[in-house]
């Protein structure tokens, strides 16, 4: 074990601050936009090497909007953190520009992400070109590394939220000291598709395994926020399923969920009515078809197709067929094929659905039919399970 040890940070020394503080970002990232939960992640060097870095969570259950972790330093021999015993970075989501300092990093292709270092951190002497004086001794390869790391889990995400990255340095060998964080040298391992089936996989077998018979999913905090809001019962058994709406419903059809209730927003939702069961943007969108062809099907003129053709946003579209008097009946019938593609999903399995397309102005746009047994027995499952603690 002592050898095995000492093989972990031999490896480490390897790397760059940078490199450790990206490892930390993107764990950090995972975690807190992906609900991934990783124990050590991968880097890989310029020379084609591939170093496994173990990462540890720091818990902080006040917080939901935030993710810490660090990497172990202590032993190696990395220049600008020589004596440090752990590199810290916190991920959170910031809710207002206000609440970001003037006096921190950004990056011109990431405009939603800043760079911050704090505690450990040494300032930027005059004279240095690593950076503005008085900020954080973070280079700009190692800044570059680390906001490719978020970037990449906020991609996977398909959100764009004002994310605020922390970095800072401890010692217990050096009380007060401060410490550099440089370079790159080498990219973090990229998330895959795989890193999130499996935690949805994972999440599903585990519940069912605890006798869950009856989902709750979410694809984001559209289908989250009114579930809490308006329904008011935990959801700390609800799957989020992000993107990846017809793969989760493979998963709980075929290990034998019972009833299965997807609620999200419209935006998201509305492809299923395309068929498009994978609702990242880059992989299809087709809100303007689904809406464009319902409106006609419920109604509505060629002339106003083609008007819900030229509109950009799923808001701009509901506001059009609100005005129109056509909301309601479209999005009955958007719903209804939904209903068609969802079933063929499921295919021969008896797992009944029920799927909701939500909005914050509207509220509830639709449902698919025959959703109220479904409604009422994961509703008497969730509720069972939140008194139950």
């Avoid at 917080?63 to 020589?82: K, Q, S």
């Avoid at 080498?186 to 996989?201: F, K, N, P, Y």
């Avoid at 579209?317 to 009946?329: F, I, P, Q, Y």
Wanted: hydrophobic residues 40%; glycine residues 8%.
């Amino acid at each position: 074990m002592i050898h095995k040890i000492d093989n972990v940070f031999s490896n480490i020394s390897s790397l760059t601050g940078g490199a450790i503080a990206a490892v930390a970002a993107k764990a950090a990232a995972s975690s807190l936009l992906l609900r991934i939960s990783y124990e050590s992640i991968e880097f890989h060097t310029d020379n084609g090497n591939i170093i496994n870095v173990p990462v540890t969570l720091v818990a902080h259950p006040e917080n939901p909007a935030m993710r810490e972790y660090f990497v172990v330093t202590r032993r190696c021999n990395i220049n600008g953190l020589m004596g440090a015993g752990e590199v810290h970075v916190i991920v959170e989501r910031v809710r207002r520009m206000s609440d970001i300092p003037d006096d921190i990093y950004i990056k011109p292709e990431y405009i939603n992400l800043y760079l911050d270092g704090t505690d450990g951190i040494e300032d930027i002497p005059a004279g240095d070109d690593a950076g503005r004086v008085g900020f954080p001794y973070i280079d700009k390869e190692a800044r570059n590394i680390i906001f490719d790391a978020v970037a990449d889990a906020i991609h996977f995400a398909d959100i764009m939220p004002l994310i605020k990255i922390t970095v800072y340095v401890t010692s217990k060998d050096r009380p007060g000291a401060k410490f550099r964080i440089l370079g790159g040298s080498g990219c973090v391992a990229r998330i895959s598709q795989d890193d999130i089936l499996s935690e949805i996989a994972t999440t599903i077998q585990e519940q069912y395994e605890q006798g869950i018979r009856n989902v709750i999913a979410v694809p984001g905090n559209a289908g989250h926020k009114y579930i809490q809001d308006f329904v008011h019962i935990s959801l700390g058994y609800s799957i989020r399923c992000r993107n990846y709406i017809g793969d989760t419903i493979d998963m709980a059809s075929m290990v034998g969920m019972e009833n299965f209730l997807l609620v999200g927003s419209a935006s998201k939702l509305l492809r299923l009515a395309a068929g498009i069961m994978d609702t990242h943007t880059w992989n299809a969108d087709g809100r303007r078809e689904v809406l464009s062809l319902h409106t006609v099907l419920a109604g509505g003129t060629i002339s106003q197709a083609r008007i819900l053709q030229d509109i950009a946003t799923t808001d701009q579209m509901l506001s059009k067929l609100t005005e129109w008097g056509l909301r309601d009946s479209v999005m009955q019938s958007v719903c209804m094929k939904i209903s068609d593609y969802v079933q063929n999903r499921i295919g021969g399995k008896t797992m009944r659905f029920g799927v909701i397309p939500v909005h914050p102005e509207y509220g509830i746009l639709g449902q698919t039919p025959n959703i109220s047994d479904v409604m009422i027995a994961v509703s008497r499952e969730q509720f069972a399970l939140s008194i139950k603690k």
